[in-house]
């Protein structure tokens, strides 16, 4: 009896662990299964953001010329009827919902906007730094942090021509100038202008007059006054850029070789204004914030560039 009831009870404890050990299996079984569904639909939903950001991309970019085009069509027939004139839109905002994730597009008109590798070229550093503090406004200014690549061109050709025994500096236009500042973080404290602003999207607000991608000269036809007034007083007094930035807000049909004529008082200014001015844009650029309810966000910016020999490139960067 003592023998029976002793494998008794060994079997009911046997059958015991083998329950605990069976839930215990089952509970880690079931985790692995979470974890594996959730990171399924981790990489379905972020699967969704880079296939939409770059589908956008492939139909945008490519167009954003004729997008330009024609909104300054649109805009020299409204400056053609008085009082009718509005700001000529540099950027382009929109949003689009595509299978549960949100696509805030924001397409751009780099050659409108303040190009800081020619400010850098032609001013240096200090400068560069005022102008950016001017163009951005004291609390996005507080998180410049310039890095360039290389140094200005103005101090190389200094150089040389104290090598030379000449005084004078080289006032040939150049073709193309070496990217100082090849990304934004080379410009800007990311960090620190995130926490400035408020907002770790703050870049695309941020940048609207100001770029690294430009091709050269402001576009006049579609910068804003006061990229124009920075961009002129790169060459002339303040006075001058403020006078030149008026004369264009009230006569915006005035070409830039009437400009350059009437605010160049020598002919060292006027090829420099003109190296800092033009009237044509051939670099555009999109950003795309691709966001998910209870998923981040994957931000990219891409830029299409023509180059002097007539090659389009495109660069992207993720944030």
Same mark, same amino acid.
């Given at each position: ?59 945008? *970019? ?9 909104? $300054? #069509?649109?805009?020299?027939? =409204?400056? /053609?009827? +008085?009082? !009718? ?71 190389? *050709? ?9 005084? $004078? #500096?080289?006032?040939?236009? =150049?073709? /193309?100038? +070496?990217? !100082? ?139």
């Amino acid at each position: 009896m003592r023998t029976e009831r002793g494998r008794s009870g060994y079997v009911l404890l046997a059958v015991l662990a083998v329950m605990v050990l069976m839930v215990t299996v089952l509970a880690t079984l079931s985790k692995l299964s979470l974890r594996r569904a959730l990171a399924a639909a981790d990489a379905q939903v972020r699967l969704q953001q880079r296939l939409g950001a770059e589908s956008i991309e492939r139909v945008l *970019l490519p167009q954003a010329g004729k997008v330009f085009d024609q909104l $300054e #069509e649109q805009a020299d027939a =409204m400056a /053609e009827s +008085p009082g !009718a004139a509005s700001p000529f839109p540099r950027q382009i905002r929109g949003a689009v919902t595509i299978g549960g994730v949100t696509f805030d597009v924001v397409l751009a008109d780099e050659d409108a906007k303040l190009n800081l590798n020619q400010v850098y070229h032609m001013t240096g550093q200090r400068r560069t730094e005022t102008t950016l503090g001017e163009v951005l406004g004291p609390v996005a200014a507080r998180a410049v942090r310039l890095l360039p690549a290389t140094r200005p061109i103005t101090d190389a *050709l200094l150089e040389s021509a104290a090598d030379d025994g000449s005084e $004078e #500096e080289s006032d040939q236009p =150049m073709t /193309e100038i +070496p990217r !100082a500042f090849r990304s934004w973080g080379e410009v800007f404290d990311l960090s620190r202008l995130s926490a400035s602003i408020g907002s770790d999207a703050a870049l695309p607000s941020v940048s609207g007059d100001i770029t690294c991608w430009g091709g050269g000269g402001l576009n006049l036809r579609r910068a804003s006054e006061t990229s124009i007034q920075a961009a002129a007083a790169c060459v002339l007094s303040d006075a001058g850029a403020r006078r030149l930035a008026s004369r264009y807000k009230d006569n915006p049909t005035t070409s830039l070789a009437i400009l350059v004529q009437q605010e160049g008082k020598t002919e060292t200014e006027r090829l420099r204004l003109l190296r800092m001015l033009s009237e044509t844009s051939t670099h555009f650029s999109l950003w795309i914030d691709a966001s998910a309810v209870a998923r981040g966000s994957m931000r990219t910016f891409s830029v299409m560039r023509t180059t002097d020999d007539g090659l389009t490139l495109n660069e992207r960067f993720s944030f």
